[in-house]
């Protein structure tokens, strides 16, 4: 079983930038494709980014297109999103999240293994 730890969030000003990280512990992060999903206050659980295995092939929500850059390093057992021209908006707790396949990635019960989160603020 795969355990994630999420890092990298913070307080930043409208218009910043952020970079999280999503490290791999257990296994083999090369086995899991991966997503970033986001919660505010009050409301659902959201796809932002994902990632297939090999970092080929990328998959993004439409409010982050332009924005945020998924990206993976499979030796260091780490995802990452880049968060650039952040809105008062991307306030929220960022997650990371596996699974086996690379589809429908927009529903966060298609994935199996979940980090803990990492607040995002960002202040307008």
């Known amino acids: 079983q795969v355990r994630l730890v999420e890092s990298g969030g913070g307080l930043v000003q409208a218009g910043g930038s952020l970079r999280l990280s999503c490290a791999a512990s257990g296994r083999s992060l090369s086995s899991y494709a991966m997503g970033w999903f986001r919660q505010a206050p009050g409301k659902e659980r959201e796809f932002v980014a994902a990632i297939s295995t090999s970092g080929d092939n990328t998959d993004y929500a439409d409010f982050v297109k332009g924005r945020f850059t998924i990206s993976r390093d499979n030796a260091k057992n780490t995802v990452y999103l880049q968060m650039n021209s952040l809105k008062a908006e991307d306030t929220a707790v960022y997650y990371c999240?596996?699974?086996?396949?690379?589809?429908?990635?927009?529903?966060?019960?298609?994935?199996?293994?979940w980090g803990q989160g990492t607040q995002v603020t960002v202040s307008s």
């Open positions: 999240a596996g699974r086996f396949a690379f589809n429908d990635n927009y529903y966060s019960t298609n994935y199996r293994y």
